[in-house]
């Protein structure tokens, strides 16, 4: 499979980063192609402006330059896989603004559906598992991405892999050290490319 790598994180040695790293090492040991969509380092604009604001009159409208380039980025591939912090229970506005501009009209819905095979998002939870399990921010997450994106687009396999606690504060008396943790989290990183 050829999978488009979404990356959003302003840092390039971010834990972000260093999550799409191992995700890419183990889609590679698994025979996938990948390509990296690097929003921040790529200068990506999210900012939605006229050229790209959707005509209901017209599926076929011409779209700014950036966004038709990304469109055929996807077009070219056969999956996405998004990897992000969770910023205010949500995606950073960059990768907000990629989903305004890149997911027209036309392309990604109304008469058009995403043309890709599956999505995989990968979401970096400063909070504790339990901490934000708490007030249920888990299932308003999934059901922005699995449904109001994901399924909203056409695509039907769609899963969040949550990466908790990636601040490192641990609850109390747990035993893991952080080096122990952030390893753990890179492993996981490298399990969901490998059998993507
Ligand atoms: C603007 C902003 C908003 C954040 N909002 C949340 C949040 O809503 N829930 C949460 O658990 N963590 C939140 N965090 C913490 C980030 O998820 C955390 O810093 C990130 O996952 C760590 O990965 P990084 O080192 O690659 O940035 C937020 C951080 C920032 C900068």
Redesign the pocket.
Known sequence: MKILVVVA?P?TD??????AKRFTEGLTEAGHEYEIADLYAEGFNPLLQPQDEPDWNNPNKAYSDEVLREMDRIRASDAIAFIF??????V?AILKGYFDRVWNYGFAYGPAKLPVQKIRWI?????TQA??EKRE?HLLVQQHLNVGLAGYTGVQDSNVHF??N??GEFAEGRQETNEAHFAALLNEAYRIGHTF
């Open positions: 994180h840092r971010s834990l972000t980063s260093s999550m912090p969770i910023w205010w229970y949500s950073p979401a970096l939870v400063g909070e901490k934000f921010y990466m908790y990636t601040i």
